[in-house]
Every structure is written in C-alpha cells, then in structure tokens.
C-alpha cells in the first residue's frame, strides 16, 4: 500500500494577514524573514560546496 507524504506545514510567517500589523511589527518581521534567506544561502552554499567535492573525488 502506496502511503502519499504529507504536505510540509505552513510557515506562519508567509501568507499571513498582514493588514493589522504595526510598522514596527511588520519591520521585525523583514528581519526574521531577511536573517532566513541568510541561514537558507549558507545552507544551499555548503550544499553546493558538497556536491562540487564529491564530484571532483569521482571524476576521472
């Protein structure tokens, strides 16, 4: 029996209401969301970074 994965859950901070927020909250907000795109390039570098490296031992 074929299970399908269950869907990734929602970040809160994406597609919510933001019509009530302040300008210092939506201002934190760009922060958070800023310090995320950060941690997620380091992330893909270090990913990349791998990859690079098992391909040149591999490569002949």
Do not use: G, Y
């Not at 299970?3 to 933001?18: H, S």
């Amino acid at each position: 029996m074929d299970e399908e994965p269950l869907p990734k859950p929602r970040d809160p901070l994406v597609a919510q209401d933001i019509s009530r927020l302040s300008e210092d909250e939506i201002a934190h907000r760009i922060d958070q969301l800023k310090a995320e795109i950060a941690r997620l390039e380091t992330a893909l570098e270090a990913k990349r970074a791998s990859r690079a490296a098992a391909a040149a031992a591999f490569k002949f």
